[in-house]
């Protein structure tokens, strides 16, 4: 590589970092901290450039292959296991970590209302938040609302969104903010649907396929009353009474999911129908 290994934990590029785990670093340098081959890999997928990157010798060794499809600019440097683990925020990483450039506080969202769009209300986990943006880029999701809460870009969520939060479009307001841009998308069609633990409606019975922002809760008091009341349908998970409500990120899987079942259920329908299937055949 052209450089000698790096064994000092106190090496500069050490500290440049270990700055990336804190918001101030990551809005100083505008600069994200990717851990581990996945999360790499990932980023390459979406022909991201990171621009540093630190890995053991016997890494690089390994993923030769990977490092092809890395841009000519980017800065590799061979340190030791001990000095990556003092640049990363896990305890047991696996060789590798990388500073990605990225514009904070966030990518700019598009101009037009969401076709299909999660609103996530001060969801204060990170594990919550990365797996809720890992399963709303999977259910087609085409734009993420933060109502404040944790960062979305910050190393936990990163590691379990599984790199979602890079792929997703995603902007992070205040209360304010977001009532603002719900009631414009109102205005322009969107559909707004609130989640609730009683009261409202299965939500099996919703049309999903039409333009729709679903809005989920923090995890302890649930969506705020501001937002129930700007909610033009309120819907629920049925559940037995053994508990007392779901965990935010395991009920957005039935939920946004739906959308994708109706599509499916209404293709299915569509193809019995041009073939000469049952006339009850119905969606469900």
């Known amino acids: 590589m052209g450089f000698e290994l790096i064994t000092s934990r106190r090496n500069p590029l050490v500290k440049e970092l270990r700055e990336l ?16 081959t996945h999360l790499l890999e990932e980023a390459l997928k979406l022909q991201l450039a990171p621009d540093l990157l630190l890995a053991t010798p016997q890494w690089i060794e390994k993923n030769a292959h990977l490092l092809r499809l890395v841009p000519a600019s980017l800065t590799i440097r061979e340190a030791t296991a001990e000095v990556i683990a003092a640049a990363a925020t896990t305890a047991h990483p696996d060789g590798v970590v990388a500073a ?40 087609g999701v085409d734009q993420v609302w933060l109502s404040e809460g944790a960062d979305p870009w910050q190393p936990k969520v990163l590691r379990a969104s599984s790199g979602a ?7 992070r307001f205040s209360a304010g903010e977001v009532l603002e841009r719900l009631r414009q998308a109102q205005a322009d069609g969107t559909w707004v649907v609130g989640t609730v633990v009683r009261g409202g409606e299965p939500y099996w019975g919703y049309n ?5 922002l679903l809005m989920l809760g923090n995890e302890g008091a649930g969506l ?60 469900s």
Do not use: Y
């Open 100 to 139: 990605l450039p990225w514009r904070l506080p966030g990518q700019a969202l598009p101009p037009r209302a969401p076709d299909f769009g999660l609103l996530l209300d001060n969801v204060q986990d990170p594990g919550n938040l990365g797996t809720l943006l890992r399963t709303a880029l999977a259910a």
């Open 208 to 212: 999903w396929r039409q333009p729709t």
């Open 165 to 171: 939060s890079l792929a997703l479009p995603i902007g």
């Open 21 to 36: 785990h804190h918001p101030a670093g990551r809005r100083q340098q505008q600069r994200l901290l990717l851990e581990g």
């Open 224 to 283: 705020s009353a501001g937002l129930v009341a700007e909610a033009q349908s309120l819907l629920v998970i049925p559940f037995g009474q053994q508990v007392e409500s779901l965990n935010v990120a395991l009920a957005a899987g039935p939920l946004l999911l739906e959308r994708h079942r109706q599509e499916l259920g209404a293709g299915a329908f569509a193809a019995a129908e041009g073939s000469g299937g049952e006339e009850n055949m119905s969606i």
